[in-house]
């Protein structure tokens, strides 16, 4: 298992701005040419899709998959997905069966990963050691273009360094990755904010190995029976009970800020918000402030006011009424800590079902797991 950084290749990074291009899939957009020249050429290009910015590179080509892990400092056992643009893609890497087509079909393009055994040409370099491979066709515009036109299938994690909120905006990408990958592609904003729920097809029973966007209803919905990694459906319980979880990256640190991050919630019931909660962020907040730490706080539109005066740092985070808008706004939130030099951060949770579901995922991890109930 490497960490290396890739320091001794500082390199230009050439920042092409593409935010026009959403929507003109049937204008070749000629400013991805030269990022999609990069990529055939074994390049890394990173660049906007709908969940969160991914850093691309070559997915059959075993030195630029490892250029990946190199930029950005990740482990090598942990798998990359490997993105593409048109249906055949699927069954040149993968042995598919029915299942898959189903679900590729209802949801692709879009935020759905799709694990199958994987046939020769994918190398090793790019599914982390492993047998399978991670399938996904994104459809944010720029992504696709970018795909067709290098002719590739383009391998691409998160592209952020690994550990830190995965980025949202190119202004993420730019801070992590600046000097030490050939092109960004700026297309604005992203639209989901959170990572691809991905779905493991390789084994008897599907199983949700990260939930995101489309939610275990929606899949069995097109599917029938899916399970949800027991690894991931409680975190706490499967580290006494030793269990890993399937999806290599699921067991790392992921998300975090820099500051310690702890949630309070109800402890009593599914409805998180609420007088109890606030009162015992402030009361938490006031007293690392009283001992001279930097504070930070993040909360709902509905709640966020009330914490101004708690904290050094109070951040919105979206609406809890709108889940998608904390969805969306989740990574550059916790970003913001980091700048903000919060060393003690505290939040407001998101239990619940479906999109909910895949956020409280993310944010527990970024809190490793540490929970106050009141
Ligand atoms: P990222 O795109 O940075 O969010 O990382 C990709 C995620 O997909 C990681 O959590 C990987 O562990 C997971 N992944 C990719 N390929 C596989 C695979 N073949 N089997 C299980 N998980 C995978
Ligand atoms: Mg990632």
Redesign the pocket.
């Known amino acids: 298992m490497g960490m290396e950084m890739d320091n001794k290749a500082l390199r230009n990074t050439i920042i092409i701005d593409a935010k026009g291009s959403a929507g003109l899939l049937d204008e070749p957009d000629k400013s991805l040419d030269k990022a999609a020249k990069c990529l055939r050429n074994g390049g890394l290009v990173a660049f906007p899709t709908e969940t969160v910015y991914?850093l691309g590179a070559d997915g059959l080509n075993p030195e630029a998959s490892k250029k990946i892990y190199a930029a950005k400092g990740r482990p090598s056992d942990?798998?990359?997905?490997v993105h593409i643009a048109d249906m055949e893609a699927l069954e040149k890497l993968a042995y598919t069966n029915e299942k898959a087509y189903t679900l590729a079909h209802a949801f692709w393009p879009g935020p759905l990963?799709i694990?199958l055994p994987k046939r020769d040409v994918v190398p090793k370099e790019t599914?982390?050691g492993?047998d399978?491979?991670?399938i996904r066709m994104p459809s944010h515009p720029a992504a696709l273009e970018l795909i067709r036109l290098s002719g590739v299938y383009v391998a691409?994690?998160?592209a952020n360094i690994s550990g830190r909120p995965?980025p949202t905006t190119a202004a993420h990408v730019i801070e992590d990755m600046s000097g030490r990958i050939d092109y960004i592609i700026d297309g604005g904003p992203v639209g989901i904010g959170i990572?691809s729920t991905?779905v493991?097809l390789s084994g008897e029973v599907p199983a949700i190995?990260?939930p995101g966007f489309i939610t275990k209803r929606m899949l069995e919905d097109m599917i029938g029976e899916v399970v949800i990694d027991p690894a991931i459906a409680d975190p706490k319980e499967s580290v006494l009970k030793g269990l890993k979880p399937?999806?290599?990256?699921?067991k790392y640190t992921h998300y975090a800020p820099k500051g310690e991050l702890t949630l309070v919630e109800k402890g009593s019931d599914n409805v998180t918000g609420g007088e109890p909660v606030i009162d015992k962020i402030r009361e938490l907040a006031k007293e690392k402030m009283e001992s001279g730490y930097k504070v930070g706080i993040m909360a709902p539109q509905e709640t966020v006011s009330l914490y101004e005066g708690y904290a050094d740092y109070v951040v919105c985070v979206g609406e809890r009424k709108e889940q998608a808008t904390i969805a969306a706004g989740l990574y550059s939130a916790l970003r913001s800590f980091d700048d903000a030099g919060a060393e003690y951060i505290y939040a407001e949770s998101f239990r619940g079902e479906g999109l909910s579901y895949a956020i409280m995922n993310r944010l527990l991890k970024a809190a490793g797991q540490r929970v106050i109930y009141v």
């Open positions: 991914g942990n798998p990359l997905i990963t694990i599914t982390g492993l399978t491979v991670a691409a994690p998160s995965s990572e991905i493991d190995l990260r399937k999806a290599p990256g699921m």
